[in-house]
């Protein structure tokens, strides 16, 4: 199986502070993955998938990069709407597998 | 736009069998190169892949899971489904079904169903 691991898993931020997530996975995954924001009581959101592209409707200080085993979630100008929790998602293999999160509070 | 709902019993008496029902609305399930998903959140922690299954009905589950999971799907009623069985307090969790299209993530999400584990 293929595993992921996040950090930091909290980060406390001001609004306007550019925040930046890291991913890893335990193999490559080639551009198989997804990024995911959650507020409480909530589903998931998708934000960004196939590693870099924005899904339709999010907003751009969203973006995300990487391939193969590492990668990161930058919010360029963190918003009071963005403190979340965010999850990483890889579906490379027939197994889908998600990352154990990052919340992001508020300083 | 596509919608997907959950539905099911909250409360699931242990060792009995979970059941949920996610019906699609606003799109067939069938179109496209979709597949869909089951997923799971205990309070206050992370998301559980359950399983997926595609209109063909193929189907891939998480190997901690795959001896008590079926995913099934009925096109003609535009719903799948999720039988959990034997189950114990730690499958107390949201449950959320989730479509997906090849490499591109989950891109609609049920709103999410509580099941409670007890007696």
């Known amino acids: 199986d293929i595993q992921l691991t996040q950090s930091p898993s909290f980060l406390s931020a001001s609004v306007g502070d550019r925040v930046t997530i890291t991913c890893r996975a335990s193999?490559?995954?080639?551009?198989?993955l997804a990024w995911y924001q959650q507020k409480p009581g909530k589903a998931p959101k998708l934000l960004i998938y196939?590693?870099?592209t924005l899904q339709s409707g999010v907003p751009s200080r969203f973006s995300g990069s990487g391939s193969g085993t590492e990668f990161t979630l930058t919010i360029s100008s963190l918003q009071p709407e963005d403190f979340a929790t965010y999850y990483c998602?890889?579906?490379?293999?027939?197994?889908?597998?998600f990352g154990p999160g990052t919340k992001v509070d508020i300083k | 736009q596509v919608q997907l709902q959950e539905s099911g019993p909250g409360l699931v008496k242990p060792s009995q069998t979970l059941s949920l029902t996610c019906t699609v609305s606003?799109?067939?399930?069938?179109?496209?190169?979709?597949?869909w998903s089951w997923i799971r959140q205990p309070a206050g922690k992370g998301l559980e892949w359950i399983g997926r299954?595609?209109?063909?009905?193929?189907?891939n589950y998480n190997p901690s899971l795959k001896s008590r999971v079926t995913i099934s799907v009925d096109t003609s009623k535009n719903q799948f489904s999720l039988k959990l069985s034997s189950v114990t307090a730690a499958d107390t969790a949201v449950y959320y079904c989730?479509?997906?299209?090849?490499?591109?993530?989950?891109?609609?999400w049920g709103q999410g169903t509580t099941v409670t584990v007890s007696s």
């Open positions: 299954i595609y209109t063909s009905g193929s189907t």
């Open positions: 998602q890889q579906l490379n293999s027939p197994l889908i597998t």
């Open positions: 989730a479509r997906a299209d090849y490499g591109r993530g989950m891109d609609v």
């Open positions: 606003g799109g067939s399930i069938s179109s496209g190169s979709y597949y």
């Open positions: 193999q490559g995954i080639s551009s198989y």
């Open positions: 196939a590693a870099s």
